[in-house]
């Protein structure tokens, strides 16, 4: 019988859930990086509201932290998962690290660019197309998002 990969899902998305509920004063997105044995390598949350950075997604912050720590930009072998969908500068980033799988929960469909609005990672067009596993904890994974915009909302 092959291996199931989903509880091991499920547990790196619980880590990014862990960081999501990080981010503070902005969007709770969370994000975390494993190795091929499953280590987690990097976490991140967004942090543009922290750090007046446009490009401090989460996705994008803990690429550079992985890259940091393993001491190369290529990030082969390793799984980005994330709680949101990524939007396109996240997905470009991610297929330009190239990482070999990426794991989301919810969808985004205003800005997602892994399905919703674009498909950057599954664009064949590209020299490298990762895996993508989507609607990991996805209910548990828009919660959050859903109720940091609805605090947000006149009238």
């Known amino acids: 019988?092959?291996?199931?990969?989903?509880?091991?899902?499920?547990?790196?998305?619980?880590?990014?859930?862990?960081?999501?509920?990080?981010?503070?004063?902005?969007?709770p997105i969370g994000a975390v990086i494993t190795g091929p044995?499953?280590?987690?390598?990097?976490?991140?949350?967004?942090?543009?509201?922290?750090?007046?950075d446009?490009?401090?997604?989460?996705e994008?912050?803990?690429?550079?932290?992985?890259a940091a720590r393993l001491g190369r930009w290529r990030l082969t072998g390793c799984t980005l998962t994330v709680t949101i969908e990524p939007c396109t500068m996240c997905a470009g980033a991610a297929v330009l690290a190239r990482v070999d799988r990426i794991v989301y929960g919810a969808t985004d469909p205003k800005a997602g660019a892994i399905g919703s609005l674009w498909d950057v990672a599954r664009?064949?067009?590209?020299n490298h197309?990762?895996?993508?596993?989507?609607?990991?904890?996805a209910e548990e994974c828009a919660d959050p998002v859903v109720r940091f915009f609805s605090t947000r909302r006149v009238g």
Do not use: F, Q, S
Not at 8 to 27: F, I, K, N, S
Not at 123 to 126: A, F, H, K, P, Y
């Open 37 to 52: 044995d499953g280590t987690v390598l990097a976490r991140a949350h967004n942090e543009r509201e922290l750090t007046g």
């Open 129 to 137: 197309n990762p895996e993508v596993i989507t609607g990991i904890l």
């Open 60 to 66: 994008i912050l803990v690429l550079r932290r992985a």
């Open 54 to 58: 446009p490009t401090a997604h989460a």
């Open 123 to 126: 664009d064949r067009r590209l």
């Open 1 to 27: 019988m092959p291996h199931d990969p989903l509880p091991r899902y499920r547990a790196w998305m619980r880590e990014a859930l862990t960081e999501a509920g990080e981010a503070g004063p902005d969007v």
